[in-house]
Structures are given as C-alpha cells and as structure tokens.
C-alpha cells in the first residue's frame, strides 16, 4: 500500500494549502519543487536545499535513464540514496526531454525511440519502460509517459496525441500496479489549448482515480494568459481531494497567479538557470549581477534574505564573481534563487493559513509583479 | 608596527614546527594555503575552507589588479571583507603571473609593461605600484615584484634577471616602509638552478632583514630532485628565526619532502586544479574519478576522510556528476582536496610535535609515494 497522502487543509478562493505525506516525509504545499535533472540541483548540496527550505525536489527520468542508468542507480539502493536526498523525490515520466532533447525521435503506439542526445544510441522509452525506470530509481511520485506537443498544435494533432497520451496511461497504471506499492503515480492532464480536449483529458485520466493530477502541456510557448485561463480551466475540474502539479511553472508570478488557480505543486529550472546567467531574484524583482551598478555596491542581494550569499556577500563580490566566470558565482546565486523560491512558497503558505492570501496576491502584483515586468516568456526547459 | 610574528616551536632535522602570527589570527605551520586565485578558491565558500581546516589562503596581486582592480577592492573595505575571509591572506607580487598570463611583456628597470590577458588593455607593473596594490587589497603578506625566468634559462641570464630582481626588491621595500605598518613584506630568493647565485641571493635578500622568506623560481618545470636539492640548500642558508615559503609547491609528496628540507609554508593550485580535472588525492594515492572501475562503487573517496564529499556520497555519484558535468561534482571533489591537504600539514604538525617526522616520512614514501608513481611533473601554474 502506497505511504502517499494528500491532505487539503484550508482554501481561500481557488488556492489551497495542504499536506502531501510520503514514505521520505512530508511536503507542505503549496510547494516548489528544485530541479535536480541528473540526481543534483547544479551546484548545490542536500545540505544547501535544507537550508534553503526545499522538502521535496524531482528529477529527470530521460536523464538518469541515460546516465548514469537506472540500473546503476537502484543497484547503489535507489536515487535518495544515490543522491543523498532524503526527502520525497518527484520524477517525470521522460516524455517531455525526449521531446525536446533526444534526436530522431519516432512516435508510435509502442513508445518513442529515440537517439539518445549523449551518445546517438538508439534507444526506447515506452509507458512499461519509463515506470520500470522510475520503480528502479525508486522515488516517491512518478508519472506516466506522454506526449508533449510543441506549442502551437492544431486541434487535430493535439486530438490525436491526447489519445495516444490516454491509451499510453492505461498501460502505465497497468505497469505501476506491478510495483511495490511504495510509489504514488499521477496522472497528467494533456489537451493542448482546446477547452473541449482539456475536458476530455481531465474525465477519462481522473476516473482512474490516481494519487495526484499533473497539467502538462503549459509553459511551452503560449502566451502567458492563456497559460493562466487553461490552468483554472484544469483544476476547476479536478477532485478537490489530490494534489494538483503544475509541470515546469515557472516565474515567481506565475507561481503566485497558479496558487490562486488552486495548483499546489511547482517545479522549473528557472532559479537555477537564471543563476547560472547571473539573474538574482529579489524581493523587488531580478536584477543581473552583471551589471556595472553593482561595481561597488556592498549591499547583499536581498537584504531581508537569510541565505548564505546574501549573508556574507557583497553585490560587488558576485558581480566580481560572476565577470570572472568563478564557480562560486554560480553556487551562490543558485543557492539565494532556490531560498528565494522557497521563501516565496513558505510566505503563501503562511498567508493561505492566516486567510490573508489575497491581499498578499494584491501586493505581490502590484509589487514585485509590475517591476518584473510580468511574465511575458515561459521558462519552461531542461538544464542539461 | 607589523603585528607580524614567526615562532618557531621544535625543530626535527631540518623540519620545522611553527607558529606564524597576524593581524587576522595565527597560523600553525608547516602551513598549506588553498589559491584564492580571484578571491576565490574556486567554488568553495570560507565556510568550506575553514571547516576543512584551512587558516591561511593565497590570492595573486595580477588577477585582482585586473579584475575588479584593487581601487575598487579597498572602497569595499579590503581583500577580507569583499571575500570574507577573516583569517591571514598572503598575496604574490603579481611577477610570476605576468610572465606567464600576460600578453607582449616587456621587462625594464621600471617594471614590467604588458597587455592584460582579459582586454588586452596596455598595464604597467612596477615594485612600486605591486606593493601599493597589495597595500590596497589590505592583505596580511605580501612580496615584491620579481622576475621569474622560465627553466632552462642561462647562468648569465639568469645572473642578469637575480641582478634585476634584487633591485627591485630594495625599491618595494621602500615602498612597504610607506604603508601602515600593518602588513608583512617576505623577500624571494630567486637564482634558478645556480647554487652560486642562489647563495648570493640569500645573502642580498637576508641582509635586508625582511619578516619571511619565499624560495622563488623553483617548480617551473626543472626535476624535482633538481627542485629538492635547490630548497635544501636555500633553507640551509636562511635564518632560521623566520618563515620560509615554497612558491608554487605541490604535490603531497613534494609537501612531506619540502618539509624534511625545512619549509614552513605552501601554496598550490594543484588540489583544485585536478579536482575540476576528475583527480581526487587519497591516503591510497590519486584515483581519476572517471574511470569506468568506479560506476557503481558505493565506497567513498576515502573512508578516512571528515569531509562532506566522503561522508554523504558514493565514487559512484561522484563519479556520475563528473561525468555529466554537474557542477557539483567541481565543488565536492574541491571540497575533498582541499581538506586532504589540509589534514596532510595537521598530520605533519602532529608527528613534528611528537618527534616522529622521521618515522612518518618514511611511511609517506613508502605509502604514498609509491602509489603516487612518485613526483616528476611540477604542477605550478595559475588557475585562472
């Protein structure tokens, strides 16, 4: 019997906070989830996502398929300990890397073969395939295969590929009911930009009645307010008693305007990735530390932040950092977006438990919102 | 008046026990500093660096007069806060990166006229303006600009370089006597492989009784027996009432033999060179982390070894984040490095305290030494 759980503990509107239980511990949602997509959330350590706040990070089934292998990593007693996370792990279901990582990928009713982007081996992800991969990786929450359609999809195509998306569900859940019965397997919500499809998507994956509901096919491209329009389209249709995760959302904002949209669980490479190119996020929006105002400034990033970087260093000094191409940079800046992002989750947590979450959503636009200059792009992508 | 200090506690051969004092703390020698090349020891915090032991670091004069300038570092309140590090820094005079790094070098009585190897930009380093650098990165010791000839270099040539170097020399220290007293000047002992140049520039550099001495011009590609018998004599001739510092050196074996011949002080960018190049020192020898032998050996780096590296992950997870070049797999094997040299030097004051160097070279030698295929390569370089 499966450890996973999922508790709605209060609502405001549309947003929820809650609890998500797993056999590693629990997860206080609404959540964001960093990014680890080869077993490591670049350049930091279990011990700096503690700190940092995280309770829950995913991983990259595509990834770790090709390297180091499944295999390998259930042989050295799973991915929590292979990577020293002992904390609930999330995988996805690989589909969305072959999609846009792998070379020559062919579709079928099988799966997907593929060239694998490392080597140019050929190789086969199918829905019995990618759940064996994550029951070897043996992590808490794993997703069925599916399609990922590149924005724009005529409705035709997206029809065809929900279907497909369907019918691969089925076998995965067949495959997911072989295992141990320690992992949670979500369902994942496809259907485009088509109101009709996303309904269709939403009935025949919830009458399987899985542990939680993914939306995918979002932040791949579309314009941002539909993004929004889709996403309160989905979870206005999902059970109120699972967890609902957004897939590879996203800016601080859209967290805020998905949270409000009744998501409780996040992940993107985006505070990472921006670190590595010197984005900082701040209480009053992202600045680039490169930058030649920051040639001598002494203040801390974010002054209210308790991370390490913000802490103990200059602006100045990452900016010098980060000019002079140092590893440190990047683990610094990586570190104070990841506190960032979970700083932001644990404040809407905390206003959904005072029943304060929608003045906060109010300031929040009006603040950091407006001098970020909203959320125009989707930051959807893989780090590797 | 300099805060500066050497005590020298017990001596066993001519391997030397001491205690070097600062404004920024004491420093127990033999003492191996970490390279913060940029102000940086490349992708560790101070907090890494203390915790594995560390109590002095390095930082090279060339790299921060470039980059972010030394003005810009002594606004910003000095070298110690914009890197927060607050124990000793010894910074180099900026000599041996100039004529390694730098673009069109043209060497005068003057100073040394180059092009920066960042913008190509036309930059003149004088003993003069390298010591008010260092004045103004505000480090604890500090060294006069000097010629480095690369090896081989003729008996004349090299006469003609110690000639300049000396000159220079007598200029720096005029311009230390204008600073706040509050740094250290150690003089170099240059005359490449000539013993009767090494001997007079002993004797020239001595007789202007500076707080420590640096053996310069050694660990540039010459052999290292050649590099051993040239440290042996050096230290035979200086006084042993201060501190004696091997540039550049090295590799463990060549730390442990460099101490039987009587130096107190190290600095290298050998353990996080070769960590960023898949090499990890261990009580059994190096091991490339690459190899294929380590995909799925669950051991760590060293079973000895306190740091974070081998207390939470597997060869085979570091071997993985190599692999992928996670940024990760930089830091950890950093973090591991660092803290083998620095448990190297503390095995090295232990067995001086305890009157069993002797006893505790051999067993290196025959340890060690063998595994390690001995010392033939010099790995002096900078890192960045």
Same mark, same amino acid.
């Given at each position: 019997m499966s450890p996973f759980g999922f508790e709605l503990l209060k609502s405001e509107g549309a947003a929820r906070l809650g609890r998500l239980g797993t056999a590693h511990g629990a997860v206080d949602t609404p959540a964001f989830m960093p990014v680890a997509t080869q077993g490591s959330v670049k350049s930091l350590t279990p011990t700096d996502l503690r700190g940092a706040g995280a309770q829950i990070v995913l991983a990259n089934t595509y990834h770790l398929f090709l390297r180091p292998g499944h295999e390998v990593v259930r042989d050295l007693g799973g991915l929590h300990r292979f990577m020293d996370w002992d904390?609930?792990?999330?995988?996805?279901?690989?589909?969305?890397?072959?999609?846009?990582? @792998?070379?020559?990928?062919?579709?079928?009713?099988?799966?997907?073969?593929?060239?694998?982007?490392?080597?140019?081996?050929?190789?086969?992800?199918?829905?019995?395939?990618?759940?064996?991969?994550?029951?070897?990786?043996?992590?808490?929450?794993?997703?069925?295969?599916?399609?990922?359609? @590149?924005?724009?999809?005529?409705?035709?195509?997206?029809?065809?590929?929900?279907?497909?998306?369907?019918?691969?569900? @089925?076998?995965?859940?067949?495959?997911?009911?072989?295992?141990?019965?320690?992992?949670?397997?979500?369902?994942?919500?496809?259907?485009?930009?088509?109101?009709?499809?996303?309904?269709?998507?939403?009935?025949?994956?919830?009458?399987?009645?899985?542990d939680g509901y993914a939306v995918g096919g979002l932040a791949v491209g579309e314009p941002t307010a539909l993004m929004y329009d889709l996403t309160d389209l989905v979870t206005g249709l999902l059970p109120a008693a699972r967890p609902r995760y957004l897939m590879g959302v996203g800016k601080p904002l859209d967290l805020v305007e998905s949270?409000?949209?009744?998501?409780?669980?996040?992940?993107?490479?985006?505070?990472?990735?921006?670190?590595r190119n010197g984005q900082a996020f701040t209480r009053d929006?992202?600045?680039?530390?490169?930058?030649?105002?920051?040639?001598?400034? @002494?203040?801390?990033?974010d002054r209210?932040?308790?991370?390490?970087?913000?802490?103990?260093?200059?602006?100045?000094?990452?900016?010098h950092l980060f000019m002079t191409r140092e590893l440190l940079a990047y683990r610094l800046l990586s570190l104070h977006n990841v506190t960032f992002y979970q700083g932001l989750m644990a404040e809407m947590r905390e206003v959904l438990a005072g029943g304060r979450f929608g003045a906060f959503r109010a300031r929040f636009l009006q603040g950091y919102g407006v001098k970020s200059g909203g959320s125009e792009d989707n930051p959807r992508d893989t780090e590797a």
């Open positions: 904390g609930p792990i999330l995988t996805d279901s690989g589909g969305f890397q072959v999609f846009s990582l @792998a070379r020559l990928c062919t579709v079928g009713d099988d799966g997907v073969e593929f060239r694998s982007h490392v080597d140019g081996s050929s190789r086969l992800l199918s829905p019995e395939s990618s759940i064996e991969i994550q029951q070897a990786l043996g992590v808490d929450i794993i997703h069925p295969l599916d399609e990922c359609l @590149a924005h724009p999809a005529s409705e035709r195509d997206t029809e065809r590929s929900l279907a497909l998306t369907l019918r691969w569900l @089925a076998r995965s859940l067949a495959a997911h009911r072989k295992g141990d019965g320690g992992q949670a397997l979500f369902g994942i919500v496809q259907g485009g930009v088509s109101e009709g499809l996303r309904r269709r998507a939403v009935e025949e994956t919830c009458a399987l009645g899985l949270v409000a949209r009744g998501v409780d669980l996040f992940d993107c490479v985006l505070p990472t990735r921006n670190a929006g992202p600045l680039s530390i490169k930058q030649a105002r920051f040639v001598r400034d @002494a203040a801390p990033l209210e932040c308790p991370c390490e970087a913000c802490r103990r260093f200059s602006r100045a000094y990452l900016r």
